[in-house]
């Protein structure tokens, strides 16, 4: 079984939602869309779910016409960011409720209802009602009642993005268990966090703007960024950027910076291009001297945001520490792990995968 979307245009006072969208999703694959807000990943879903008509294109399943086909008869379950439980009924009933719904005798309806709740980990919940339980375990009623309906394809739009970072990452692990097992469905899974995507995908998309700018197995998505555009948006803080040119051997930066030219760049002529770095490839040590404009801490690392003679960037170190605004360091590049990109941003040459990966 596959899922086929040719063409497919949604475009409202000129601005395009979705961009000459092309893609295929097969049962038993986990497809992980990585976006900005307002990318156009919300719509994407909206028009597999039948919620939204494009004004072009098409979408096949079974080798039939689904946009043809209401939107009742549609086996599509979607998980949404907000937590949309029934306030009145218990964790059981909300989860049988589309059985119910659907006229399954209520023995039946509560029997799956209490498989799939063990399954997410709310086995000893069922008569509590969602007033009673915290945000991740609401967000598990809402997956739970989605599952229980065995669908064939499986949307969920950003799910965990309402829950604090140690509840997401709880729950990110616990939801790549739970998807493994859906084989016989499609599941579709939209995310801002780039680590989400990598960690939960088979595939991951990447939009911006309405259109699909890069797809493919997460990893080797995130060693080669097709652009600089798909660079900042894969990796979280977004890679730093520098503009310069290859002279004599050397990567030349603004502000009289250079650098040896990596094996992986040997073969660039001279010239200008931009080269990225990710903030995990960048030191404290005394190459090149910066401005602290903010320090934050995130868990066991320090996030410098700097501006030197080379621009502004964003450093990560390790450990946690203090650094007033307006203090002065010194920083060095990795030059091993530099990518370069053409003047046009397109990626021309970069680490290997076993370089570039980086947990």
């Known amino acids: 079984m596959a899922l086929i979307m040719k063409n497919i245009d949604i475009r409202e006072n000129g601005i395009a939602h979705l961009d000459n969208i092309n893609l295929t999703f097969r049962r038993g694959g986990l497809y992980t869309i990585l976006g900005r807000t307002l990318a156009g990943k919300t719509t994407l879903l909206r028009t597999i779910a039948g919620l939204q008509q494009p004004q072009k294109g098409t979408l096949m399943l079974h080798d039939s016409d689904f946009l043809q086909l209401p939107v009742w008869k549609r086996r599509v ?83 965990l993005v309402n829950l604090d970072y140690k509840l997401r990452e709880q729950l990110r692990e616990e939801f790549q268990n739970i998807f ?78 250079r650098l040896k030219v990596p094996a992986h760049m040997a073969h660039l002529p001279r010239g200008s291009y931009h080269f990225g770095l990710r903030a995990a490839d960048l030191r404290l040590g005394r190459m090149i001297g910066s401005r602290v404009e903010l320090s934050e801490i995130s868990g066991s690392q320090t996030i410098l945001h700097l501006r030197g003679d080379i621009g502004a960037f964003i450093l990560y170190e390790d450990g946690v520490y203090q650094h007033a605004i307006g203090e002065t360091v010194q920083v060095d590049l990795n030059s091993e792990r530099i990518y370069c990109f053409s003047v046009d941003g397109d990626l021309i040459a ?10």
């Open 77 to 159: 379950a979607m998980v949404y960011q907000q937590f949309i439980n029934y306030p009145h009924l218990n964790v059981l009933a909300n989860v049988a409720f589309p059985l119910r719904r659907a006229g399954m005798p209520r023995a039946g309806a509560h029997q799956r209802a209490r498989e799939v709740l063990g399954k997410v980990g709310l086995a000893d919940f069922e008569k509590r009602r969602p007033a009673a339980l915290s945000g991740g375990q609401q967000q598990r009623v809402a997956l739970a009642r989605a599952l229980v309906k065995r669908a064939e394809i499986l949307l969920l739009d950003e799910p």
């Open 180 to 257: 493994e097992g859906q084989d016989d469905a499609i599941v579709v899974y939209t995310t801002t966090e780039p680590a989400e995507a990598i960690q939960l995908g088979h595939e991951m998309i990447i939009m911006d703007e309405g259109a699909v700018i890069q797809q493919g197995e997460p990893l080797a998505v995130f060693n080669a960024p097709a652009t600089i555009r798909c660079a900042e948006i894969i990796n979280d803080p977004p890679m730093n950027i520098f503009y310069g040119a290859i002279e004599n051997g050397d990567i030349q930066l603004q502000g009289g910076i």
């Open 350 to 359: 970069g680490p290997t995968a076993a370089e570039a990966y980086r947990r």
